[in-house]
């Protein structure tokens, strides 16, 4: 029983050594990799290195809470004095219920007219609403006119739309898809959020 044992241990010991030894052959092979790369190969490794290390600008993008209003894009539109802009949302119902879609501005504007302002959807439906905007005579090329424009559904959404004066029509038949339903993924991000309300606010005129 003896030698037997004692050949278990000698197998195992080589096979950690084997082990260490083969790391070891990596961890060479990659330093030299990395240090004898060409001027541009594995950029993104070593960006990242150098990102990641103290003091580095570390880029790490944390998406904003599932409860803030989803930003669907800008849509830029250029016309002359009297062109007819339009914004046509694609809609669809997500959703295993009906729902009905409020589409609403918060910058309301002479010459800005809709095809409705709510859209009764069945399940996984989908409908459309256009907007038509007259650029009047005073919009300016920069900054332009800008309307911010809201779908209410199952959940907020929200657009920027920019109409500046051009030579020419461009961009003015625009066409934007929304998926609206609910949110049924837990995302690592979420524990990173926690309730900071606005300041209060006051009156600082001088009276």
């Known amino acids: 029983m ?4 004692q050949t278990a241990l000698d197998a195992a010991f080589q096979a950690a050594e084997n082990l260490l030894e083969a790391g070891a052959n990596v961890s060479t092979s990659l ?3 990395l240090t004898s790369a060409t001027p541009g190969a594995l950029g993104g490794v070593v960006n990242w290195a150098a990102n990641a290390s103290p ?3 570390c880029a790490c993008h944390i998406p904003p809470p599932c409860w803030m209003p989803r930003m669907l894009r800008e849509a830029r539109s250029y016309g002359v004095v009297g062109d007819e802009a339009s914004l046509t949302f694609v809609i669809t119902n997500e959703s295993l219920a009906a729902r009905t879609i409020q589409v609403f501005t918060t910058t309301p504007m002479a010459g ?3 095809t409705a302002t709510t859209l ?3 399940a996984m439906a ?3 609403v256009t907007l038509t905007y007259t650029i009047p005579a005073g919009t300016t090329a920069n900054p332009g006119t ?7 559904g199952c ?3 929200f657009l920027r739309w920019v109409v500046r004066l051009g030579t020419v029509s461009a961009d003015t038949d625009q066409e934007v898809c929304v998926k609206d339903g609910p949110e049924n993924l837990h995302h690592w991000y979420d524990h990173f959020y926690c309730a900071h309300p606005c300041l209060p606010q006051q009156d600082r005129s001088t009276r």
Do not use: F, Q, V
Request: net charge neutral; glycine share 14%.
């Open 126 to 128: 989908r409908g459309e």
């Open 2 to 5: 003896g030698s037997n044992l």
């Open 55 to 57: 003091g580095g600008d």
């Open 120 to 122: 009764t959807l069945a």
């Open 112 to 114: 800005l007219s809709s």
């Open 31 to 33: 330093l030299n990799l």
């Open 155 to 157: 959940r907020l959404h």
């Open 146 to 152: 800008e309307i911010l424009l809201w779908i209410r």
